[in-house]
T-cell receptor, first 112, second 113 residues
Framework: GENVEQHPSTLSVQEGDSAVIKCTYS??????FPWYKQELGKRPQLIID?????GEKKDQRIAVTLNKTAKHFSLHITETQPEDSAVYFC???????????FGTGTRLTIIP | DADVTQTPRNRITKTGKRIMLECSQT?????MYWYRQDPGLGLRLIYY???????NKGEISDGYSVSRQAQAKFSLSLESAIPNQTALYFC????????????FGPGTRLTVT
């Protein structure tokens, strides 16, 4: 089955700087890659996603890049703000079996 | 997202007890999922269902069972709870067609003593 590795497990960034979280996946047939944000005590919520036919996607301060050859994808947050502090999860899904496999999460802390 | 609800929100139970966690949704989605969240392990899929007659095991189904009573309801049962089932449990739904976006419920914190 699919295996998703996520790094780093914790990340501290000065407010205003950029943060990058990286994930690698094992199943080359995976073709959908969402990122979820989970604030303390709350449910995970989708912040951005990308399909395998796209190399990069942006939404304001958030971007995701995908390298299918290397089987890795990354989340980029620019101009970080205190409200970006949360746990971020990457995930990979293969349309053939419709199962979403999550990474182990990155706890991002923005230092004011 | 109030469209996906879970009951109870918190539960403390003893080893060996049977417990049921319930999930309801008003989104009209066909697909429903149960995940377990443990610190450092992320979210792991327990069971999933693509319609009322379809039930599938996820990666950690041992010790759990599910029931899809209706399109809107998907219940997770622990027949004989054990301490290592202490975790945060999330239900999620997805429309499936054209999107794989999953909407999560608020979670149930289960403690087995």
């Amino acid at each position: 089955g699919e295996n998703v590795e996520q790094h780093p497990s914790t990340l501290s960034v000065q407010e205003g700087d950029s943060a990058v979280i990286k994930c690698t996946y094992s199943d080359s047939a995976s073709n959908y890659f969402p990122w979820y944000k989970q604030e303390l005590g709350k449910r995970p919520q989708l912040i951005i996603d990308i399909r395998s036919n796209v190399g990069e996607k942006k939404d304001q301060r958030i971007a995701v890049t995908l390298n299918k050859t290397a089987k890795h994808f990354s989340l980029h947050i620019t101009e970080t703000q205190p409200e970006d502090s949360a746990v971020y999860f990457c995930a990979a899904l293969y349309f053939g079996n419709e199962k979403l496999t999550f990474g182990t999460g990155t706890r991002l802390t923005i230092i004011p | 997202d109030a469209d996906v609800t879970q009951t109870p929100r918190n539960r403390i139970t003893k080893t060996g007890k049977r417990i049921m966690l319930e999930c309801s949704q008003t989104k009209g989605h066909d697909r429903m999922y149960w995940y377990r969240q443990d610190p450092g392990l992320g979210l792991r899929l327990i069971y999933y269902s693509f319609d009322v007659k379809d039930i599938n095991k996820g990666e950690i189904s041992d010790g759990y069972s599910v029931s899809r009573q209706a399109q809107a309801k998907f219940s997770l049962s622990l027949e004989s709870a054990i301490p290592n089932q202490t975790a945060l449990y999330f239900c999620a739904t997805s429309p499936g067609q054209g999107t794989r976006l999953q909407y999560f419920g608020p979670g149930t914190r289960l403690t087995v003593t």
